[in-house]
């Protein structure tokens, strides 16, 4: 139920700021090239939008398995040596994402007093989908292993 809730607030999100993004760029062109005009907010909005849809949908894809790998060189592996090589690749994964959390939280926090130009939200708002996003990779990361050690077992 939990994973079922996450995974839909996660889609949500992603889809909410990609609609959101498409349609600030949309006015942005038409306000533009119509009106003569551009809107002072909408690149800073566009880049802050996409930051977020990037950390979110990156988790998406590590809960579908969807990121780029060497399969095709792994899978000529015997299974002790492929199931090795996973544990490993898991691991430094899981090490990695570890700091960019910890790291991408003190830089989120130290700049939550700075605000942005145009929008004047705070720029740690925006760092947040770093620490936020590398998360939510680790625990679709954690999903994955349990979800292979167990159908391994039970075959």
């Known amino acids: 139920m939990f994973f079922k809730l996450l995974d839909k607030l996660i889609y949500h999100v992603t889809a909410f700021c990609f609609l959101a993004a498409s349609s600030i760029a949309f006015i942005q062109v038409i306000s533009r090239y119509v009106f003569n005009s551009s809107l002072s907010w909408a690149e800073e909005a566009l880049r802050y939008l996409f930051i977020w849809l990037f950390f979110l949908a990156s988790a998406a894809a590590f809960k579908d398995k969807m990121h780029v790998g060497l399969d095709i060189i792994v899978d000529s592996f015997k299974p002790k040596l492929r199931n090795a090589v996973h544990h490993a690749v898991d691991l ?27 929008l004047e939200i705070p720029i740690g708002l925006v760092n947040a989908a770093i620490p936020v996003g590398s998360a939510l990779m680790i625990f679709y990361l954690i999903r994955n292993i349990y979800l292979r050690i167990t159908v391994k077992e039970s075959e």
């Open 92 to 118: 430094l994964l899981i090490v990695f994402l570890s700091f960019l959390v910890f790291y991408g939280y003190l830089f989120s926090y130290e700049n939550m007093a700075q605000l942005s130009t145009a």
